[in-house]
């Protein structure tokens, strides 16, 4: 089905990336045209992501007015979303839209929302929503200590673990990241999975149930009943 296709397109790019990351160096012994070319696909690739999470974000947004209120509501769901982008919100009220602009470091997406209840998906096909199945972490230095995150079913975990870096590594270099870092705060995997925006980990097929670790606890059995 094309919305199941949709749903993998995610996991696929980044399986293409781990391949160009494995051939590229046997294709040419030029480390830093392999680098170049590695690096344009990604970016490439993330710009196609971002646009497709930006077109189907404004495409769900319920916009039944342009009051104050209800402009500030989705310029604070945008900010959730993109939040290391400059958002800009423009109303126009004769003709009922408002205009939604957000420049990120990977490109500029514009789109507009009309007034109105969300459209019904014209498709006919059924769309599959993956559910999202527990995906708990933990650093080397310390496995007592577990991230409680979940992974859409249809990762792996060797997936789902080279999404995680991906978005760490785009976390920090991001507005937000970068501000972090000359704000002097640690650039550790704790402080970025406490500060990640949650759609950014959504977009990448991930969710986090908590920002702070766990400790592992261990079960004592119950005795057994003498006979």
Not at 58 to 75: A, F, H, R
Not at 110 to 135: H, M, N, R, W
Not at 159 to 179: D, L, R
Request: a positive charge.
């Amino acid at each position: 089905m094309k919305k199941e296709t949709k749903k993998t397109n995610k996991t696929t790019d980044m399986q293409l990336l781990d391949l160009l990351k494995r051939v590229l160096p046997k294709a040419t012994h030029d480390a830093q045209l392999a680098g170049k070319i590695y690096q344009a696909i990604e970016s490439e690739l993330k710009t196609k992501a971002r646009a497709t999470a930006f077109e189907k974000f404004c495409s769900k947004v319920e916009l039944p007015d342009l009051e104050p209120k209800t402009i500030d509501e989705v310029k604070t769901q945008l900010a959730a979303s993109f939040g290391d982008g400059d958002i800009t919100i423009k109303p126009n009220k004769k003709e009922g839209t408002l205009m939604v602009e957000v420049s990120m470091p990977d490109g500029q997406f514009t789109s507009e929302i009309k007034v109105g209840p969300v459209a019904a998906d014209a498709s006919d096909e059924q769309e599959i929503t993956l559910k999202f199945v527990p995906f708990p972490v933990c650093l080397p230095g310390d496995p007592e200590l577990v991230w409680l995150l979940a992974k859409r079913e249809n990762m792996t975990p060797d997936e789902a673990g080279i999404a995680v870096a991906k978005i760490e590594e785009e976390f920090w270099a991001s507005k937000t990241g970068q501000k972090l870092i000359r704000d002097r705060v640690d650039r550790t995997f704790p402080e970025f999975i406490s500060r990640a925006p949650a759609g950014m980990m959504n977009e990448v097929g991930l969710k986090r149930h908590y920002k702070t670790p766990e400790p592992i606890k261990q079960l004592r059995t119950a005795p057994k009943a003498k006979r």
